[in-house]
């Protein structure tokens, strides 16, 4: 019984961090209808920018979580306009070369700057394990579960009570007719990357207390992301999270019950299902 309680707890604060990591692509595709791939390495990015400002600077993660956060919504902000912009409107193969090919620089820019090492923050001030039942986790996991939580519910509280949240609302339903209302649709676009790239870079900066960081740690990110997005419904925040929840329960229970090398395949082929069965998700709405 101890150790289904140990499974269970760590799969749900993992889950709370999966769910900030999907709100991000679940919001750029609401707004856009599109897919970003490097959406996890954009996380990775944040992960080495926590990683030098501790090593650097000695600045904890839990204090140099605003600068992150702000910094990678800047990015966001300039990755659409010097990138996504163009390629907005154009083919699906288009668009999703395009997110593809900054996996492959983000990639490459962090082999060449940090080498393909294997780097961690030692001693952070979350360091330590924290009894919760009869589960034993790092408190470094249970500040990244509860504090993800956290940021998610107040980007759903700014997307549903904020007149910024209800432009980028009117956006997503049609993005044709929001001008002749006055939203700029070219600012909504480039908000939703900045919120999305903030977010991720949040969950980056939690990872960073507990987690290895090098060059490809995103890729295994990025795909329980999709699955908890498709899952959730894309463009469903509160799916997002439910659903990000439900993945990392899910491949910590396979990952126990039946082998730690088959965990990933469970929950892939729960995605295949779900989507065979209900294409739209389950918080998701008809198209």
Not at 7 to 32: D, N, T
Not at 198 to 208: E, N
Request: aromatic residues 14%; proline residues 3%.
């Amino acid at each position: 019984m101890e150790h289904i309680e140990q499974v269970l707890v760590s799969g749900l604060f993992a889950g709370m961090v999966y769910g900030l990591i999907s709100i991000g692509l679940s919001l750029i595709w609401g707004i856009m209808d599109m897919v970003n791939f490097a959406h996890s390495d954009f996380m990775m990015l944040a992960m080495y920018f926590t990683y030098l400002l501790f090593s650097k600077l000695g600045l904890d993660p839990l204090f140099s979580l605003p600068l992150v956060a702000a910094g990678m919504f800047c990015l966001g902000v300039l990755t659409y306009f010097l990138v996504i912009r163009h390629v907005i409107g154009g083919e699906l193969v288009q668009q999703t070369l395009c997110t593809f090919g900054l996996v492959v620089l983000l990639q490459s820019v962090a082999q060449y700057l940090w080498t393909g090492n294997y780097q961690m923050i030692n001693e952070p001030l979350v360091s330590g394990n924290i009894r919760i039942f009869a589960a034993s986790l790092s408190k470094g996991q249970v500040v990244a579960g509860v504090a993800s939580l956290f940021l998610a519910g107040a980007i759903w509280w700014v997307i549903q009570k904020t007149r910024i949240g209800w432009a980028l609302m009117a956006t997503a339903q049609n993005r044709y007719s929001a001008p002749l209302v006055g939203i700029k649709v070219d600012r909504m676009f480039a908000l939703a990357w900045g919120i999305g790239l903030a977010s991720v870079g949040a969950a980056g900066v939690f990872l960073a207390n507990y987690y290895y960081i090098y060059p490809q740690v995103g890729a295994t990110f990025q795909l329980l992301a999709l699955v908890a997005v498709a899952l959730g419904g894309f463009g469903s925040i509160p799916g997002a999270i439910v659903a990000g929840i439900a993945v990392g329960l899910i491949e910590a229970l396979s990952g126990y019950l039946i082998e730690p090398a088959y965990k990933y395949l469970v929950v892939f082929s729960l995605y295949i299902v779900v989507v065979l069965v209900r294409p739209h998700g389950f918080f998701g709405t008809h198209s």
